[in-house]
């Protein structure tokens, strides 16, 4: 199983971003995608899931600005990130997993394959 995150990038406060999730070895349409973000010098922390159903689930710090989706067909998950703050900086991780979205945003199960992460800088 490989995972790519893409879409990172250098934005100004209050901009967006659209982070991709390619996942190829495995039919996507089974497992929770779950998205994490790694501040510099802080531990990984989950930021988003969405459920094999389609059910989403978001951290505190993201509601209302981040929305998680997922396209079986292709075998993506996204991430669109908006008003976007200077603590949102970080590398941002997705992983794929025959789990509850509840226990990966926890990290009360740890993803066994992250794959490569993208960077994202907040900053004026």
């Known amino acids: 199983v490989q995972l790519q995150a893409s879409g990172g990038g250098s934005v100004q406060p209050g901009g967006s971003l659209r982070l991709s999730c390619e996942v190829s070895?495995?039919?996507?349409?089974?497992?929770?995608i779950a998205w994490y973000h790694q501040a510099p010098g802080k531990e990984r922390e989950g930021v988003s899931c969405?459920?094999?159903?389609?059910?989403?689930e978001y951290a505190d710090s993201v509601k209302g600005r981040f929305a998680i989706s997922r396209d079986n067909a292709k075998n993506m998950g996204y991430l669109q990130m908006n008003s976007l703050k200077p603590t949102d900086t970080g590398v941002y991780s997705c992983?794929?997993?025959?789990?509850?979205?509840?226990?990966?945003?926890?990290?009360?199960?740890?993803?066994?394959?992250w794959g490569r992460g993208t960077l994202v800088t907040v900053s004026s």
């Open positions: 992983a794929a997993e025959l789990a509850r979205c509840d226990h990966l945003l926890t990290l009360y199960i740890r993803p066994g394959n």
């Open positions: 969405i459920s094999a159903a389609g059910t989403t």
């Open positions: 070895g495995l039919s996507l349409r089974h497992y929770a």
